[in-house]
T-cell receptor, first 112, second 110 residues
């Protein structure tokens, strides 16, 4: 089954404790992206990757890092999480950019 | 990237046709228009995409006038399960960033 998986689905952590949210897709897609969703603000793109070893900032990259060492994986790293990073995070992938984006199930993060 | 403007929310009744309009005045020649649907706590799901005139699939229709400065998503005979947030995106394959905006919250009443 074609899918995008994210782990963990739910995470509670404390300020400053480094964490990684994993994202994996099994569709051989070149394009992958991370979004955060906050009430009243819609979906905002954090980082994206056009292919392996090619990443770039989206609209809200501050406080996040990403890497793309393999085509299928695109982890999101929070080196020193802060409460304002409490949010719902989605990973997505697609082939060429205009193609349909497939979204993961989301990761709900709470930073205390 | 072309900025889009949609109504914040809309209400309708079961069985009605719903039309959601998106304005994108500075759409570029190579830009396509794409609509996504999102249910609470789920990732967005692709509905339909078009470049000009009219596109129809099993779920919706997309109407795009000649000047392409707006587009209208049409949902025929909606049901309660169509209650969701609908996003209009405009972009071309030259773009790397994707901007979803705040979307339109559609509430279907019985």
């Amino acid at each position: 089954e074609a899918q995008v998986t994210q782990n963990p689905r739910y995470l509670i952590t404390v300020t400053g404790k480094k964490l990684t949210v994993t994202c994996s897709q099994n569709m051989n897609h070149e394009y992958m992206s991370w979004y955060r969703q906050d009430p009243g603000l819609g979906l905002r793109q954090i980082y994206y990757s056009m292919n392996v070893e090619v990443t770039d900032k989206g609209d809200v990259p501050e406080g996040y890092k990403v890497s793309r060492k393999e085509k299928r994986n695109f982890p999101l790293i929070l080196e020193s999480p802060s409460p304002n990073q409490t949010s719902l995070y989605f990973c997505a992938s697609s082939r060429p950019l205009l193609e349909t984006q497939y979204f993961g199930p989301g990761t709900r993060l709470l930073v205390l | 990237l072309a900025k889009t403007t949609q109504p914040i929310s809309m209400d309708s009744y079961e069985g009605q046709e719903v039309n959601i309009t998106c304005s994108h005045n500075n759409i570029a020649t190579n830009d396509y228009i794409t609509w996504y649907q999102q249910f609470p706590s789920q990732g967005p799901r692709f509905i339909i995409q078009g470049y000009k005139t009219k596109v129809t699939n099993e779920v919706a229709s997309l109407f795009i006038p000649a000047d392409r400065k707006s587009s209208t998503l049409s949902l025929p005979r909606v049901s309660l399960s169509d209650t969701a947030v609908y996003y209009c995106l405009v972009g071309g394959n030259r773009d790397d960033k994707i901007i979803f905006g705040k979307g339109t919250r559609l509430h279907i009443l019985p």
